[in-house]
């Protein structure tokens, strides 16, 4: 795995990583034996509820008020530095 992930480990640190890994996988291991059956899935430990507001449809900001904050603006739109070749 450490030549996988290009880490360049000496044998000390090689040891160590594979008796965390070893231990990782035994844990993994023993999670396997649980029963889960009947269990639902869980993303959440608690009740997690979204409070949203409800979409308004609303008048768009006039075009002028728009480009009066740009630094520069052409044809409507506003310009900015190119980022990409």
Known sequence: MARLAR?????????????????ILTY???LNEVDTRGVGVTVHTQA??????AD??????PL????ANA?????GSIVVPKVLE
């Open 71 to 75: 630094p520069h603006h052409k044809n």
């Open 7 to 23: 880490l360049d480990l000496n044998a000390s640190e090689l040891d160590g990583f594979r008796n965390d890994l070893d231990a």
């Open 48 to 53: 997690v509820t979204a409070h949203l507001r």
């Open 28 to 30: 993994m291991e023993k």
């Open 56 to 61: 308004e449809l609303k008048e768009s900001q």
């Open 64 to 67: 002028q008020d728009v480009l």
